[in-house]
């Protein structure tokens, strides 16, 4: 079943039509392998070359920085296990907090196993982690901190800035998944304190399956996949040529739209909000109220069954999602909503709307009347 009315954007995002373009001639055509010295694969390393250097220009940060990926998860995965790995003789213990994606919190599960230590730092009611909470969970042998930058079920945005700044004068690590940040608010890695940033192309209106790794020049990292030279001999495999030249695409497409697209969705959002908070009784904002990402709304309401709400939704054509996405087919309640203390008769009735550049009033005001028919739907049964 098709939506009519798509409000999943943190889940994932469509491929705009000049990104497909963008990517067209890769896929067919100019379909040669970038290690090759012929003329053929000089033209795919140079479309290579210049989406990385698209895409460092983009976050203010040098070419040299930015390695392909496979996506977020990816990103997660090396940072994580390669500096726990590279620094094992200085310390086996890390930071992170419990709200982050499980490409982090499972990566650091992972390292426990092999008997690293990690400190999962609670949040506030808002899902915010204060950079006071980060130093004091600081020990000799830390070697790594991870916090995100926004959240991608509660859309809370964490002071990243703080946070790194004051490692920074530590000299401890720095790592933050910016997968749900990038493209939707404004980065620049000249400015922002941090060693390490995760994106993903498909949550930027680019393909899926292809993001990068950002590592500040003097920090570095090992290799994460051993084999050809590509990306320095760290990330070896062929490259995703299509999907590299597409992110750069879409990144350009989104950075240079934010200024319109952002205070659009931000209003949107406090429309859709306010609506929500006065029409149906017992509801609440989960998230901070303005401290968020632009297009996200999660709320829950007491008495009503998220799982219950979405099918009668996408009757109508209304596509949105319990908590994340990861989590479909399980009526769990999300670590991120437990990490927030969301009161149990709020908790399981969970939903999250995602909204994107397509989204307008209409489709807000259609959904609203949507969930008000269906709440009481449920609340009566
Ligand atoms: C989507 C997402 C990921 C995973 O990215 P993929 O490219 O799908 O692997 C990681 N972290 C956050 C915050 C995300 O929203």
Redesign the pocket.
Known sequence: MSCRIYLDH?ATTEILPQVKEAMEPYLMEEFGNASTAYGMGQETRNAIEQARERIAGIMDAQPEEIYFTS????S?NWVIKNVAGEKKNLGKHLITCKIE?H?VLRSCQYLEQLGYEVTYLDVDSYGQVSPEQVLSALREDTTLVSI?TGN?EIGTIEPIGQIGEALRKRGIAFHT?A??AVGQIPISLRRLPVDYL?A?A??FHGPKGV?FLYMRKNKGLSSFIHGGSQEKGKRAGTENVAGIVGMAEALSISTKEMHQVRPRLIRLRNYFVERLLHEIPQVRLNGHPYKRLPGNVNISISGVDATSLLVLLEEEGICASAGSACNTGQTRISHVIEAIGVPEDYAPGTVRFTMGRQTDKRQIDETVDCLKRCVTLLRET
């Open positions: 943190a996506g977020g998860s990816e997660d994606h490409a995100m991608n998944d997968v749900q995760s993903s498909h949550k993001g």
